[in-house]
């Protein structure tokens, strides 16, 4: 079986589709009721892979469920994160990579790094 090349979907084919941007990189997500309190959560990056769920209680969960799924495709390389600051807390400054959203914890006494 022979290798296919992808053509990625364009931002704009993207959002016209799966119209929820920016809860992870290169993802697009959609959530519709289908049924009377069924709703259907859909998520697709533009090179077709793709993640649903279905639920009958509360969308917004299963939509943070199809949102870690996303993330864990979008893994970076250790030396591939793209850092920017996103809060400080007592003596701990936390960063998160706008890529794939890792969270890393710098202690600022001790310089010791842990990632979330």
Not at 14 to 26: N, Q, W
Not at 55 to 71: H, Y
Not at 93 to 112: M, N, P
């Amino acid at each position: 079986m022979d290798k296919q090349t992808v053509t990625p979907r364009s931002h704009k084919e993207m959002i016209r589709e799966y119209p929820i941007t920016g809860l992870v990189e290169g993802w697009y997500f959609r959530q519709r009721e289908v049924s009377n309190g069924c709703y259907v959560v859909e998520g697709s990056d533009a090179y077709g892979r793709t993640i649903s769920r279905q639920t009958r209680a509360d969308p917004d969960a299963v939509l943070a469920e199809c949102v870690a799924f996303a993330r864990q495709s979008v893994q970076c390389a250790p030396d591939q994160h793209d850092w920017e600051f996103f809060d400080g807390i007592a003596n701990v400054e936390v960063f998160e990579c706008r890529i794939c959203r890792l969270k890393k914890l710098v202690d600022l006494k001790t310089g010791r790094e842990s990632f979330e």
